[in-house]
Nanobody
Framework: QVRLVESGGGLVQAGGSLRLSCAAS????????MAWFRQAPGKERVFVAF???????YYADSVKGRVTISRDNAKNTVALQMNSLKPEDTAVYYC??????????????????WGQGTQVTVSS
């Protein structure tokens, strides 16, 4: 059974940083597109970032320049480094995966596997 487990969320002040991690099991991520989405209270789940591989990444405009997605295929993990956090970044952050295709994949329904999410709260 495929499992994606997020960790690293918490409470941080505006301007601070957090590093989220996603540990995968039941699937080898080397040949998967890996992504992060987030969902704020009362809002739809939206795209944050994805990586086709270690050298190709894509970011939502809302986080570009503040967020870095990376992967460690040997450890079967994906990370999201978030800097200069803002209150509007407050959301549950989800890790997602799909068999890799070299295409833009920014919709929730593009992804096959999901973690349960980790809460990020940014205070002003």
């Amino acid at each position: 059974q495929v499992r994606l487990v997020e960790s690293g969320g918490g409470l941080v002040q505006a301007g601070g940083s957090l590093r989220l991690s996603c540990a995968a099991s039941g699937v080898t991520i080397r040949n998967y597109t890996m992504a992060w989405f987030r969902q704020a209270p009362g809002k739809e789940r939206v795209f944050v970032a994805f990586t086709w591989n270690g050298d190709n990444t894509y970011y939502a405009d809302s986080v570009k320049g503040r967020v870095t997605i990376s992967r460690d295929n040997a450890k079967n993990t994906v990370a999201l480094q978030m800097n200069s956090l803002k209150p509007e970044d407050t959301a549950v952050y989800y890790c997602a995966a799909r068999p890799r295709q070299y295409s833009i994949t920014v919709r929730s329904y593009d992804y096959d596997y999901w973690g349960q999410g980790t809460q990020v709260t940014v205070s002003s």
